[in-house]
């Protein structure tokens, strides 16, 4: 599916997505990352959901945003809450959904100037 904004930007959009990628820019993405407006982090490091660990969260707690939406591929799967206390120590807002539903939230939130970050696993 293509997701369009109806502004141009320079910052980083979610442009579309499918099985196994999504598209940030119109760049197609096959592995794991972590969108910001204006950084990517590609490969985001863990190689997929079951691997989570709080490590990655506190990385995700030291970037620059009020919100992280974790994108957890084709469905929605809830990581254990101990390993998310990186981000409620740091008051980063956390949300689960779907890689899909991620990415259209990101963009929501993203132009509405939220500070956001969608770390999406890519499956």
């Given at each position: 599916?293509?997701?369009?904004?109806?502004?141009?930007?320079?910052?980083?959009?979610?442009?579309?997505?499918?099985?196994?990628?999504?598209?940030?820019?119109?760049?197609?993405?096959?592995?794991?990352?972590?969108?910001?407006?204006?950084?990517?982090?590609?490969?985001?490091?863990?190689?997929?959901?079951?691997?989570?660990?709080?490590?990655?969260?506190?990385?995700?707690?030291?970037?620059?945003?009020?919100?992280?939406?974790?994108?957890?591929?084709?469905?929605?799967?809830?990581?254990?809450?101990?390993?998310?206390?990186?981000?409620?120590?740091?008051?980063?807002?956390?949300?689960?959904?779907?890689?899909?539903?991620?990415?259209?939230?990101?963009?929501?939130?993203?132009?509405?100037?939220?500070?956001?970050a969608a770390a999406l696993?890519?499956?």
């Open positions: 599916m293509k997701l369009h904004l109806s502004t141009p930007t320079t910052q980083n959009l979610c442009t579309g997505y499918g099985q196994g990628f999504v598209a940030v820019n119109q760049r197609r993405i096959e592995t794991n990352i972590v969108i910001l407006p204006e950084q990517l982090v590609e490969p985001w490091p863990p190689v997929s959901f079951e691997a989570l660990s709080e490590a990655d969260f506190a990385s995700l707690a030291e970037l620059p945003v009020e919100v992280v939406l974790l994108g957890t591929g084709a469905k929605m799967r809830f990581p254990h809450p101990r390993l998310a206390e990186p981000l409620r120590r740091a008051n980063i807002g956390f949300e689960v959904m779907d890689t899909q539903a991620a990415c259209r939230t990101y963009n929501i939130l993203m132009g509405e100037g939220r500070r956001v696993f890519i499956e």
